[in-house]
Nanobody, 120 residues
Framework: QVQLVESGGGSVQTGGSLRLSCAAS????????MRWYRQPPGEQREMVAS???????HYLDDVQGRFSISRDNAKNTVALQMNSLKPEDTAVYYC??????????????WGRGTQVTVSS
């Protein structure tokens, strides 16, 4: 059973930093693109950052220059370093990844989410 498990959420004050991590486990052949999404209270889920297997990265305009996504292909992990946090970054953050799994092929998986709260 494939799982994505996030860690590293918490509460910080404006200007602070947090680092989120996500680890993939289970039976899969490879991991393609890995992403971080967030869902603020009462709003829709939006993609924050993505990174391909080759290391190509993309960011939501609002986090460009403040957040940094990285991955460790040997450990099947992806991280999101969040600096200069603002109250509007408050959300549940979700890990998302495209995995090649036996029989089915390429599938999208989601983690359960981790809460990030930024107070002013």
């Amino acid at each position: 059973q494939v799982q994505l498990v996030e860690s590293g959420g918490g509460s910080v004050q404006t200007g602070g930093s947090l680092r989120l991590s996500c680890a993939a486990s289970g039976a899969f052949f490879s991991i393609e693109t890995m992403r971080w999404y967030r869902q603020p209270p009462g709003e829709q889920r939006e993609m924050v950052a993505s990174i391909t297997a080759a290391g190509s990265m993309h960011y939501l305009d609002d986090v460009q220059g403040r957040f940094s996504i990285s991955r460790d292909n040997a450990k099947n992990t992806v991280a999101l370093q969040m600096n200069s946090l603002k109250p509007e970054d408050t959300a549940v953050y979700y890990c998302n990844a495209d995995l090649f799994i036996p029989v089915t092929g390429l599938r999208v998986f989601w983690g359960r989410g981790t809460q990030v709260t930024v107070s002013s």
